[in-house]
């Protein structure tokens, strides 16, 4: 049975899970949401690497597994070289910035970015953009968004706070026809009803859950996964977190147990 072990730094990471869900049978999914080093987003990329190691070596010890997803822009930018160097055998799959997608769905031409400071200020985000050449008639409009982690870990998505911070990132973008919005970062689709409220016309926002999901479902076949039966899941805490919120985004009712790394 393939074991597969996702983290990121809290909830973000369950809206991959989520789309894994839909798609993967007849596995183990261990779930670490490393609240007790977060946020991620306003670390240094050595601290992040450091936690990346941690967990992917409590992974490896404790459950055995054959693939890890790190559901994280931020970790990704941070440590997924170093992770495919120590541990070539395993699957890895990261979490990056759907440009690709934005650029083929753009009307406007007009995309804006929301990540965190550490995964625009990566190299690897700037490689990305440069990979992808992009085209002369696609403008890019980047924002960082520090503090949005908290408030949705916080649950205060729907307050006045959360809402004049967003709109405030998201004013040049509206000012200039942005069309379509990359969600940079694992946690910000939790925010999707509010961005959308605050763009109004009927913006697209990318997020890449789908696209991991079916990567990991094509690996994992290429190495004998057979996908049928259930998906079992179980979450791991490393600090405080909403466990309700936690239960309730992937229909659950198993208790989230805590640990130490
Ligand atoms: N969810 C993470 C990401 O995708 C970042 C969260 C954090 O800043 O801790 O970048």
Redesign the pocket.
């Known amino acids: 049975m393939l074991k597969i072990g996702v983290f ?3 909830l ?2 369950l809206t991959v899970v989520q789309a894994l869900k839909k798609v993967i049978q007849g596995a183990e999914l261990f779930y670490i949401a490393d609240t007790k080093n ?6 240094t990329s050595e601290q992040i690497l450091q936690f990346s190691l941690d967990i992917t070596q409590h992974f490896i010890e404790t459950h055995q597994i054959d693939a890890l997803i790190i ?7 941070a440590s997924i070289k170093i992770l495919r160097e120590r541990y070539p055998e395993m699957i890895i799959i990261g ?1 990056e910035p759907g440009i690709k997608p934005a650029i083929s769905q753009t009307s406007t031409g007009n995309i804006g970015v929301l ?2 400071p ?2 625009l200020q990566g190299d690897k985000y700037q490689q990305l953009v440069n990979r992808l050449s992009t085209p002369k008639h696609i403008t890019l409009y980047e924002q960082a968004c520090p503090g949005l ?1 908290e408030q949705i870990e916080k649950g205060a998505l729907d307050t006045d706070k959360t809402k004049e911070m967003l709109m405030a990132w998201l004013h040049p973008m509206k000012k200039n026809n942005v069309d379509t919005i990359v969600l ?5 689709p939790l925010a999707s009803e509010v961005i959308q409220e605050l763009m109004q016309d009927g913006v697209k926002l990318i997020h890449t859950g789908e696209a991991i999901a079916k990567h990991l479902l094509s690996l994992g076949e290429k190495s004998g996964h057979v996908n049928e039966g259930s998906l079992n899941i179980i979450l791991y805490t490393t600090g405080s977190i909403n466990t309700e919120c936690m239960r309730s985004m992937l229909d659950m009712t198993e208790t989230v147990h805590l640990i130490s790394l």
């Open positions: 990121d730094s809290g973000g990471g977060a946020p991620y987003g306003e670390k559901a994280c822009n931020t970790a990704t930018s979490t990540a965190t550490t995964t982690v940079g970062c694992t946690h910000y």
